[in-house]
């Protein structure tokens, strides 16, 4: 036993001067000779700490010095695989000449190359076949690459079985925990999920990220309220668990508890963990209470912390819009728009300050740029026809409601909205008209129809007696396209 580890660190240093003399090769642009072997050593070196260009041009000369070697252009396969390129990985691969039968890389290599290729049935055949040449603690990597390919196949029990396999030789067992709830919520076995991280906290009762994932698993279902307790434990045994803290503050924000969700927000701060994130969403719960000051605060404290997120100068362009300073508020919403130009939630702050400034021209200017952006989303036209509306254009603001119907497939919002501006033109018959077909399309929020303008709207003996109509309809006929439950 003492001789192979004598021989085993003879080897390792053997190695460690061969990249030594590798790199001063380099660096004095000379040229020198290495043997496959130490060039495979010098490849995986570059791999394993993710010098991609270092180890690109090592396989290279490596090939200029043995361009017969098999194992050499698995190397060269696996830079391609490193880098993306299946296809390329691929053709490689099938020119390769094997040495001996006994070559797991191969198997591994192609495996991979096959799985990035979209290839699953032929990658699996490639790493069962590499899986007896591994000892059983050996075989983490490519249990978990099968479950994945099974996952991929929707073969959803026999990617558990093998995320099952590889989950006690996991260094880190939270992705694979996230995998097996993915296939039990992708398999429609919620109730399952719970079942299988119950009976691991069963064994151990202290394992915090299966706390989590029965949380997650609540939260997906709706069941907003019961995920509660699983994360509050994972956070009392590891109180510095980032992401727990923040799915168990969005909970309490979701049900409007925006108080439970700073007291577990500053409990991750008292603990240590302190992000940009953490304190843009304390922010936005202050906001929410209405402490304006606070939630400056706090925005400003998560810009400290990262100057490039777009989330902070959002919550102060709403903080400064709702103390009445519209300018200012633009100005933070037109930074968060260059750090998040996808986001046109920040495009609707923009237009809705310069409404109040009365710039209509430069509101819509901002509302045009969503409706090109999402041309589907019924509310950019319902913004834009509201603009119209507040100027008393009310034909222009019909206009925009018919093509976003024609864009939105009649979208129902659109449709309440069309009956209203024509009840406000004075146009009765076509109000009338609208109503029935966006009671039809929506019947149950037919209450905000009303609360557009309750003086026009609901002392009206026609909108009143149609309503009344189709609520009967409704009564006799729940399901009135006659499709099942």
């Not at 396969?77 to 039968?101: C, G, K, T, V």
């Not at 409990?267 to 963990?273: D, K, P, S």
């Not at 933070?332 to 400034?357: G, N, Q």
Request: glycine share 4%; net charge negative; aromatic share 14%.
């Amino acid at each position: 036993m003492f001789e192979d580890e004598d021989y085993y660190f003879e080897h390792e240093a053997e190695m460690e001067k061969a990249i030594e003399r590798y790199e001063s090769m380099l660096e004095e642009h000379d040229s020198a000779y290495f043997d496959s072997e130490e060039f495979e050593y010098i490849i995986d070196h570059y791999t394993q700490h993710n010098e991609l260009k270092r180890s690109r041009q090592a396989v290279e000369l490596a090939l200029a010095q043995h361009p017969e070697s098999s194992k050499l252009r698995i190397k060269y396969a696996r830079q391609y695989l490193l880098e993306n390129d299946a296809q390329r990985a691929f053709e490689i691969m099938q020119h390769i000449e094997r040495e001996d039968d006994d070559d797991p890389d191969y198997f591994l290599t192609l495996g991979s190359c096959l799985a990035m290729l979209g290839k699953s049935e032929e990658a699996l055949e490639n790493y069962f076949s590499a899986l007896p040449y591994f000892d059983e603690d050996e075989k983490f990597e490519l249990y978990n690459a099968i479950a994945y390919e099974y996952q991929h196949m929707q073969q959803f029990d026999l990617a558990l079985e093998f995320y099952g396999k590889a989950l006690p030789y996991a260094e880190d067992n939270d992705t694979i925990y996230h995998e097996i709830r993915c296939c039990f919520l992708s398999a429609g076995r919620k109730e399952d999920a719970i079942a299988y991280f119950q009976q691991i906290i069963d064994k151990d009762p202290y394992n915090s990220k299966a706390w989590t994932n029965i949380g997650d698993v609540y939260r997906m279902m709706g069941q907003y309220e019961e995920s509660i307790d699983p994360y509050e434990y994972a956070l009392s045994i590891d109180p510095e668990d980032l992401w727990t803290n923040m799915h168990l503050a969005d909970i309490y924000y979701d049900l409007g508890r925006y108080k439970e969700a700073i007291d577990t927000l500053e409990e991750a701060l008292r603990n240590g963990v302190e992000t940009s994130m953490i304190h843009t969403t304390i922010g936005d719960c202050y906001y929410r209470l209405n402490d304006l000051q606070t939630a400056e605060e706090h925005f400003k404290k998560a810009l400290e912390i990262n100057p490039m997120i777009g989330s902070g100068y959002a919550g102060l362009g709403y903080v400064f819009s709702d103390r009445g300073q519209s300018r200012k508020a633009i100005k933070y919403f037109e930074k968060a728009m260059t750090i998040e130009p996808w986001e046109t939630d920040h495009l609707y702050s923009i237009a809705t300050d310069y409404m109040k400034l009365k710039e209509y021209d430069k509101a819509l200017e901002y509302l045009r740029k969503i409706q090109e952006t999402t041309p589907t989303d019924p509310d950019a036209y319902y913004y834009i026809a509201d603009l119209y509306g507040q100027q008393d254009k009310i034909d222009e603001a019909i206009n925009t409601i018919k093509f976003g119907l024609l864009q939105t497939d009649n979208d129902a919002s659109l449709l309440y909205l069309l009956a209203y501006a024509y009840f406000v033109k004075g146009c009765h018959n076509q109000g009338l008209e609208a109503l029935d077909q966006a009671l039809d399309a929506d019947f149950e929020v037919w209450p905000d129809f009303l609360e557009y303008d309750r003086e026009l709207l609901a002392n009206d003996n026609d909108i009143l007696e149609l309503i009344e109509q189709h609520k009967k309809n409704q009564e006799t006929n729940p399901n009135p396209n006659n499709t099942p439950a």
